[in-house]
């Protein structure tokens, strides 16, 4: 077929001026026949047949893959401008025809050889649409998902969802520079078939993806229902939308299709923001948007947006950004590195015209521009967030709680941003245990005699609020931040202090509290050993033999017979333990220290055991204290035989003792 005269960039094949003229028609040569991969039959049955309620979407994936198509040809002809030869601008159209019930979305982009039709919709390809899959398997029976329309908008789940309005999908295609096309047909219940095409039918380049709409579907033959939904769902989309209402009839424009970002900010509207945002693949409102224009040494346009929710894949082990990056609107990677992992929830598109474009896409991301690109772009967004978290206290403490686990991580892995990302973090804490506290607040509260910022390492919040550390820092009102985040363990260990006071755990060394008032304005209890202590102290280290560095009377606790802390030398006993869990921890885990206190009843009662000649209860008191405090800790017992073994023999103890329950006796 020829491409000059006035045929409209988009209209498809020119046969007999049908738009759509191909369907149903048999296809040259015999079609081969293929299974779909496991996933993707059971991923169809599952949309098919219970996820009718936001049907709407497979408009906007169907136009996103083909603004994808075209972004991907802009790309590739920048190396090999052959590729577009045939003039056509970048576009998608939309055909209805009421006649035939098919409704079909063609693009004039990359196209799809045989094998990339295998390959890409024969298989599942997105994360997007596997996270979805895994998600729906994990809700329960595969056969009944729940929560599935919340599940759809939130995943993006691709081209499969053209089965969701349609029986049969066609899809025809060729490959930009290609010169043979071909035929994908499918009903969408377990196989597909391949079939060659002739060129004649074929689009010029690209691909048209026809679907012969079910009953329940007819609605997306009306025009204004396909142009709310592009309104709604594509109107961001950085190609030119267009519909053909009818067969026959002239091309009218729904978007035009100019990049958002660059325009000038007082002409953007926020609904406009939005869309855009959206059609990044967002389902959610922004929580903050953030357009500017860097000009100096190196000129580059950015457009970032903090979601409003958090994104299923947060903390996937990739900690892969979603950043797309632009050379005058060439689009080089959806992926690009261009904020650090410990920013990878923002979305955002950057373009530049100061990258050079007619090299590889891993040179560009290697050049020295690039590099600045990317420290320009970090500290603009901190400092933003920093705006952010000033001037919109509440709705920045959202930011933070569906962000803070990864901003966190920038605590570690950027000492050179550490104080900005500090007046970005929020914490929960002893005093204030709703999680909005932030460094500056704890450093103004500070007792007096305080020099140090606690904290507790642990797991959760509730567990640490009952940490036997605590108890003597809540007896004189010190406030001490709760770290539940793995993350925590990291950062509050390699940091020097904030605002000049340095970290110090609760479960680590000596307390160094007892120059800080008890709330209750008693003597803090000296923890100076008498003679009888200290003997004590010592009989109970020679029990425990090496399951402890040393056994001395303790600051912290008030109401707990005993708990464990660190030595001053090792490792803080949580991140220990987290460093073990994970196989990192080289050589031994350190012995920790058993403190008691020396108030408590039992541990004065135990000093009258001292003396006695029997000595198995106090062997198995000692022992059950360790184990008792390796359970505050969240650790098992070290010896759960032996500790029920012991507990048992306690309890038969006394059980004898107390006087017999009234009742018939066996
Ligand atoms: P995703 O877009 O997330 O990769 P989809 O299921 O939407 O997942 O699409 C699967 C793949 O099919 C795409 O990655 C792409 O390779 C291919 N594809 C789909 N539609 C088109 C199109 N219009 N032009 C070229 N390739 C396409
Ligand atoms: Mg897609």
């Known amino acids: 077929m020829t491409t000059e005269g006035a045929q409209t960039p988009l209209d498809p094949a020119p046969v007999d001026g049908a738009h759509v003229e191909s369907i149903g028609e048999p296809a040259a040569a015999q079609p081969t026949t ?365 930011v933070w709680e569906n962000f803070g686990g990864v901003l966190k991580e920038g605590l570690y892995e950027d000492p050179e941003r550490r104080d900005t990302i500090y007046k970005l973090a929020r914490f929960a804490s002893s005093t204030h245990p709703d999680g909005k506290r932030t460094l500056a607040e704890y450093v103004a509260g500070l007792k007096t005699n305080q020099t140090a910022i606690y904290y507790a390492l642990g797991e959760d919040l509730k567990r640490l609020q009952a940490s036997p550390q605590l108890e003597g820092f809540k007896a004189r009102g010190i406030e001490v931040l709760l770290l539940p985040d793995p993350i925590d363990a990291f950062w509050v260990g390699s940091a020097a202090g904030f605002d000049g006071k340095p970290f110090k755990s609760i479960s680590q060394g000596a307390a160094d509290i007892k120059d800080i008032a008890l709330e209750d304005g008693k003597e803090t209890p000296s923890t100076e050993a008498t003679p009888a202590q200290a003997s004590l102290y010592a009989l109970m280290k020679q029990t425990l033999g090496e399951a402890v560095e040393d056994v001395r009377a303790s600051e912290r606790l008030s109401e707990s017979p005993a708990c464990l802390v660190a030595t001053d030398r090792g490792l803080d006993l949580r991140l220990e333990r987290m460093l073990a869990e994970h196989g990192q921890l080289g050589g031994k885990a350190s012995k920790p220290v058993l403190e008691v206190n020396p108030s408590h009843p039992l541990i004065t009662a135990l000093q009258g055991h001292v003396e006695a000649s029997d000595r198995s209860a106090f062997d198995d008191i000692v022992w059950v204290l360790l184990e008792e405090a390796r359970l505050m800790e969240g650790e098992k017992p070290a010896d759960a035989i032996g500790f029920s073994t012991r507990l048992t023999r306690i309890l038969t103890r006394v059980a004898a003792a107390s006087p017999a329950p009234a009742g018939p006796q066996a």
């Open 34 to 398: 293929h299974a779909f991969q496991a996933d993707v039959a059971r991923l169809l049955h599952l949309m098919v047949h219970s996820v009718y309620s936001e049907r709407d979407i497979f408009l906007r994936e169907l136009i996103s893959n083909a603004a994808d198509a075209c972004e991907k040809l802009r790309y590739e002809a920048v190396s090999d401008p052959s590729l577009v030869q045939d003039g056509q601008p970048f576009g998608i159209s939309i055909a209805l025809d009421k006649d035939a019930k098919t409704l079909s979305v063609s693009d004039n982009g990359i196209g799809m050889s045989e094998a990339d039709l295998v390959d890409a919709l024969g298989t599942i390809a997105s994360s997007g649409t596997r996270a979805f899959l895994d998600r729906m398997m994990a809700a329960g029976d595969a056969e009944k998902p729940q929560a599935s329309s919340d599940l759809i908008g939130q995943f993006g789940i691709g081209f499969y969802s053209a089965f969701m309005v349609a029986d049969q999908v066609e899809v025809d295609t060729r490959r930009a520079g290609a010169d043979a096309a071909h035929r994908w047909t499918s009903d969408g219940k377990g196989s597909y078939a391949i079939a060659p095409l002739d060129l004649d039918r074929a689009p010029v380049r690209g691909t048209r993806v026809v679907l012969h709409l079910n009953a329940e579907s007819e609605s997306y033959l009306k025009p204004y229902a396909v142009e709310r939904i592009v309104r709604e769902h594509s109107g961001a989309v950085a190609v030119p939308i267009n519909i053909l209402e009818k067969p026959g009839e002239e091309p009218r424009s729904l978007s035009e299709g100019t990049a958002l970002w660059t325009k000038p900010k007082s002409e953007i509207t926020p609904e406009q923001y939005k869309e855009f945002y959206q059609s990044l693949g967002q389902f959610d409102d922004p929580a903050l948007t953030v357009h500017y224009r860097a000009e100096g040494r190196t000129e580059y346009t950015v457009l970032a947006f903090v979601p409003g929710s958090r994104p299923f894949d947060l903390f996937d082990p990739q900690r892969k950004g979603k950043a797309k990056l632009y050379v005058r609107r060439v689009l080089i990677s959806s992926d690009a590195e261009i904020l650090p992992n410990w920013l990878r929830f923002m979305r955002l598109v950057v373009d530049s015209a100061d990258l050079p474009l007619n090299v590889s896409r891993e040179l560009i991301q290697e050049s020295a521009i690039f590099a600045a690109i990317k420290k320009g772009v970090t500290n603009r967004i901190v400092q933003e967030l920093a705006k952010f978290a000033e001037n919109d206290r509440q709705a920045y403490e959202t």
